[in-house]
């Protein structure tokens, strides 16, 4: 039994592992189209590939959680008009 099931229950409600899921889903998705847009479409870089891969993790983390950002506040919202 958790110490918060308020939170435990705020979570399972809004589905957040779910939104995390699709969220870095997206982001991993969005840097390897930016990746293969920028470097393997365009012929190459001058850069390193360990480089473009690290940006390319840094790319898909970040988008990965503002996409599950964004995802849960919508998730927040439907449940917030079923309630009423």
Wanted: a positive charge; aromatic letters at 14%.
């Amino acid at each position: 039994m958790s110490e918060r099931p308020g939170v435990d229950n705020f979570m399972r409600t809004l589905d957040v592992r779910r939104q995390a899921k699709r969220g870095f889903l997206v982001g991993i998705l969005a840097a390897a189209a930016t990746y293969w847009f920028f470097v393997v479409a365009s012929g190459g870089s001058a850069y390193s590939s360990l480089y473009l891969f690290a940006l390319a993790a840094v790319l898909a983390f970040t988008l990965g959680l503002l996409a599950t950002l964004a995802f849960t506040v919508g998730a927040a919202y439907r449940v917030s008009k079923s309630l009423d």
